[in-house]
């Protein structure tokens, strides 16, 4: 279904971003690649110039303006030999990044719904979750470049809380958690946070966890047994760089030999505060490279930037 030039879009807007990426993609790659698909862009040779950007930017080989060009020429994409300096120029800064991303993905949303609500009006039917002639509402929005995560997102007022009546959820089919620790004590997809004072161990203890997963055989920790399987780990470790990393694996040298699939990751300077959106893109990288049963953040004052997980108080669970 071909989009009418009139949907709504900003063409200055998207070129501005592409220039953005094409000559920061140090600091805008991060955020863009979080937030938007090559598709969320409305003129397609800006999908394309977007998706060589992107691609370029998770292969860790950057385009400039030469490489680019000869890409679109590899691609059968003419854009007119002004596109590239225009998309350049329309590029002033990079403290609007996460300004422009929001716009072309509140455009990009916005379209997807149009699209959408004609289609199921097309139909002759309403809107419902149990599907339109035989197809899902789901997926006539897939079909429109529109997720159903990003709707809820969007919408105000949203409700995050599930409501059952007591037969709706004995009768319901709820898959079972897959344990990564002990009988339910951490499960994958679930969060956990060691509090205590410094000094008492709580790095040693979560790196031995690392390390003892990794390697699997169905060891105990703390008397808590672990799968059999060997399970992917991923250690962020933030206090004192590579030297101290290494030095604390040391204590777990024997064990840590046999567990490759523990991965410890070391910031190289300052570590990052995963609450700017390009260190949670940076992470997101990680995440999607790795594949890792279970993270690590050791210790989160590092990767916060404020709590103190030695402080019980802090941290927010009280004495």
């Given at each position: 279904?071909?989009?009418?030039?009139?949907?709504?879009?900003?063409?200055?807007?998207?070129?501005?971003?592409?220039?953005?990426?094409?000559l920061f993609p140090g600091e805008a790659g991060?955020?863009?690649?979080?937030?938007?698909?090559?598709s969320d862009f409305f003129h397609e040779g800006?999908?394309?110039?977007?998706?060589?950007?992107?691609?370029?930017?998770?292969?860790?080989?950057?385009?400039?303006?030469?490489?680019?060009?000869?890409?679109?020429?590899?691609?059968?994409?003419?854009?007119?030999?002004?596109?590239?300096?225009?998309?350049?120029?329309?590029?002033?800064?990079?403290?609007?990044?996460?300004?422009?991303?929001?716009?072309?993905?509140?455009?990009?949303?916005?379209?997807?719904?149009?699209?959408?609500?004609?289609?199921?009006?097309?139909?002759?039917?309403?809107?419902?979750?149990?599907?339109?002639?035989?197809?899902?509402?789901?997926?006539?929005?897939?079909?429109?470049?529109?997720?159903?995560?990003?709707?809820?997102?969007?919408?105000?007022?949203?409700?995050?809380?599930?409501?059952?009546?007591?037969?709706?959820?004995?009768?319901?089919?709820?898959?079972?958690?897959?344990?990564?620790?002990?009988?339910?004590?951490?499960?994958?997809?679930?969060?956990?946070?060691?509090?205590?004072?410094?000094?008492?161990?709580?790095?040693?203890?979560?790196?031995?966890?690392?390390?003892?997963?990794?390697?699997?055989?169905?060891?105990?920790?703390?008397?808590?047994?672990?799968?059999?399987?060997?399970?992917?780990?991923?250690?962020?470790?933030?206090?004192?760089?590579?030297?101290?990393?290494?030095?604390?694996?040391?204590?777990?040298?024997?064990?840590?030999?046999?567990?490759?699939?523990?991965?410890?990751?070391?910031?190289?300077?300052?570590?990052?505060?995963?609450?700017?959106?390009?260190?949670?893109?940076?992470?997101?990288?990680?995440?999607?490279?790795?594949?890792?049963?279970?993270?690590?953040?050791?210790?989160?004052?590092?990767?916060?930037?404020?709590?103190?997980?030695?402080?019980?108080?802090?941290?927010?669970?009280?004495?």
């Amino acid at each position: 279904m071909s989009e009418s030039p009139s949907a709504p879009n900003d063409a200055e807007v998207e070129k501005a971003l592409l220039g953005t990426l094409l000559l920061f993609p140090g600091e805008a790659g991060p955020l863009i690649l979080q937030t938007l698909r090559p598709s969320d862009f409305f003129h397609e040779g800006h999908q394309v110039v977007a998706r060589l950007l992107m691609q370029a930017f998770e292969d860790a080989r950057n385009h400039d303006a030469v490489t680019l060009s000869h890409a679109l020429r590899s691609e059968g994409v003419d854009l007119g030999v002004n596109f590239i300096p225009d998309i350049m120029d329309a590029a002033p800064t990079c403290a609007n990044v996460e300004r422009m991303v929001t716009i072309v993905k509140e455009l990009a949303l916005t379209r997807g719904v149009i699209n959408a609500g004609a289609e199921l009006k097309a139909r002759g039917q309403a809107l419902h979750t149990d599907g339109v002639n035989g197809k899902r509402v789901s997926e006539v929005l897939a079909d429109h470049r529109v997720r159903v995560e990003d709707l809820e997102r969007e919408s105000i007022g949203a409700n995050t809380m599930k409501s059952w009546t007591a037969p709706e959820l004995l009768d319901a089919d709820i898959p079972e958690p897959i344990s990564l620790v002990g009988n339910h004590l951490l499960d994958q997809g679930g969060l956990s946070i060691i509090s205590g004072k410094g000094g008492l161990g709580k790095s040693n203890l979560m790196l031995a966890l690392c390390v003892d997963q990794s390697a699997g055989g169905g060891k105990e920790w703390l008397r808590v047994p672990l799968p059999a399987e060997p399970l992917r780990t991923l250690y962020l470790w933030g206090e004192g760089g590579s030297y101290f990393a290494k030095k604390r694996l040391h204590l777990l040298e024997a064990e840590a030999r046999q567990a490759p699939g523990c991965r410890v990751v070391v910031p190289r300077e300052v570590t990052p505060d995963l609450r700017e959106s390009s260190a949670v893109a940076e992470l997101k990288q990680l995440l999607t490279s790795h594949k890792p049963h279970l993270v690590v953040i050791d210790h989160i004052s590092e990767w916060s930037g404020g709590m103190n997980d030695s402080d019980n108080a802090t941290a927010g669970f009280g004495e």
